[in-house]
């Protein structure tokens, strides 16, 4: 019960940073920020980038 207890008082104190704007925005620019320091980690969503990538420059060669 103490778990379930913390995790409901987290919920409840995110729920009233989320009435902010200001708190909204900030974690808007975490999450952004996060999910490109992600993709860059993860081995398969960098492949299929860098095959992107190669892709776009054999056809700006062309």
Same mark, same amino acid.
């Given at each position: ?9 987290? #919920?409840?104190?995110?729920?009233? #940073?989320?009435? $902010? ?39 700006? $060669?062309?």
């Amino acid at each position: 019960m103490v778990l379930l207890d913390s995790i409901l008082y987290a #919920f409840v104190t995110v729920n009233g #940073f989320a009435t $902010s704007p200001f708190v909204l925005v900030v974690l808007a620019f975490l999450g952004a920020y996060l999910g490109v320091r992600a993709v860059e980690l993860i081995p398969f969503t960098r492949r299929i980038i860098e095959r992107r990538e190669a892709q776009a420059a054999g056809a700006e $060669s062309e």
